[in-house]
């Protein structure tokens, strides 16, 4: 068993600029409604430390959780979010880009897909430019409590196969039936350490 991660709110930040500084940190990014609240908070074994919403793009800033070490993970504003305002869209891609793209101390970005759903398109791009530009990141699929026994093997080939990945490089969880939550732990620290 992993205990824990121990994250504490530090603060939610409207851009790169007004991050505190960290000795390494992870990021959640996804489409919005994909469980990157609920994870964290599973993660974590707290049941509101990071806010979650039935009501997709709730969250719209960068949300930074620290550990006593100086270690952090960052709950990134959900992408795909249909009615959110062109301008809004702009600005969220601006935003991100410069974080995900100049964050220094950036180990690791948890790329969350809906594991009852699998990638959508938005999900591929991301994937693709986070390739384009050796972005270290990982595939987490959530959800796995929707998944039918029956399904799991076929779901979890195609899911992988949709990302251009083996199954076997893809991380799933589920936040309500908590499983796969250690495996993602020890990862999370061995990224932060
Ligand atoms: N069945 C199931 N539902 C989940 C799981 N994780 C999250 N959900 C549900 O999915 C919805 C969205 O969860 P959030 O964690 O708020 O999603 P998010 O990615 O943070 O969304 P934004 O902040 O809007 O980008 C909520 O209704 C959750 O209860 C899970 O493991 N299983
Ligand atoms: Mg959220």
Redesign the pocket.
């Known amino acids: 068993m992993s205990p824990p991660l121990r994250l504490e709110f530090v603060m939610s930040a409207p851009s790169l600029d007004h991050l505190p500084d960290t000795r390494a940190e992870v990021a ?1 990014v ?13 993660l974590a074994n707290r049941k509101s430390l ?10 719209r800033l960068l949300n930074l959780f620290e550990m006593a070490d100086g270690t952090a993970v960052v ?5 795909g ?1 249909a009615q959110a305002p062109k301008a809004m869209q702009a600005k969220w891609q601006a935003m991100m880009e410069r974080y995900l793209c100049e964050r220094e101390q950036l180990e690791m970005i948890l790329v ?1 897909v809906d ?2 759903i699998g990638p959508t398109k938005l999900d591929v791009q991301m994937l693709d430019w986070l390739r384009s530009l050796e972005l270290p990141h990982t595939v987490v699929a ?5 998944v039918k026994a029956s399904q799991r093997d076929r779901r979890q080939r195609e899911l992988a196969e949709g990302c251009h990945l083996h199954a076997g490089d893809v991380v799933w ?5 908590r499983t796969g939550l250690d495996k993602l732990r020890d990862l999370v620290r061995t990224w932060l350490a």
Do not use: E, H, I
Request: charged share 20%; glycine share 12%; proline share 5%.
């Open positions: 959640v996804g489409r919005s409604n994909v469980g990157k609240s609920s994870l964290l908070n599973a990071a806010q979650t919403s039935k009501t997709p793009g709730r969250t709950d990134c504003p959900g992408y979010y969350l594991g009852a959530t959800k796995a409590d929707k969880v589920s936040a309500s039936a």
